[in-house]
């Protein structure tokens, strides 16, 4: 099973992307979804997390106010809206899934079983 996220690409510094997450099974649906990021030479960092309903998120302090991360279930999509971008944003952005059914959220990628190979992103300042 894999994830596949795309929505990546150039943008300067202020812009803004909509990062998409598709997960192939609606089982998928009942875990909680994670998105991570990965600069080069860099360790894998937590970005946000969302409950499976969608009720729940959680942010790492670095994005809170200007990263969103949303999902729509019928579509299997997760979503990580991200504004304001800096240079220091550049880096593959990957989103995950728990594995575990109805899962509380977690912040390390220990916590995620299935992952998806990421989307690049780069801000030019």
């Known amino acids: 099973v894999q994830l596949q996220a795309s929505g990546g690409g150039l943008v300067q510094a202020g812009g803004s992307l909509r990062l998409s997450c598709v997960y192939p099974?609606?089982?998928?649906?009942?875990?909680?979804m994670g998105w991570f990021r990965q600069a080069p030479g860099k360790e894998r960092e937590f970005l946000a997390a969302?409950?499976?309903?969608?009720?729940?998120?959680y942010y790492a302090d670095s994005v809170k106010g200007r990263f969103t991360v949303s999902r729509d279930n019928a579509k299997t999509t997760v979503y990580l809206q991200v504004n304001n971008l800096k240079p220091e944003d550049t880096a593959s952005y990957h989103c995950?899934?728990?594995?575990?059914?109805?899962?509380?959220?977690?912040?390390?990628?220990?916590?995620?079983?299935?992952w998806g190979q990421g989307t690049l992103v780069t801000v030019s300042s």
């Open positions: 995950a899934a728990r594995g575990e059914r109805f899962g509380e959220l977690k912040i390390t990628p220990g916590g995620y079983y299935y």
């Open positions: 099974k609606r089982t998928f649906n009942i875990y909680a």
């Open positions: 969302i409950s499976w309903s969608g009720t729940y998120t």
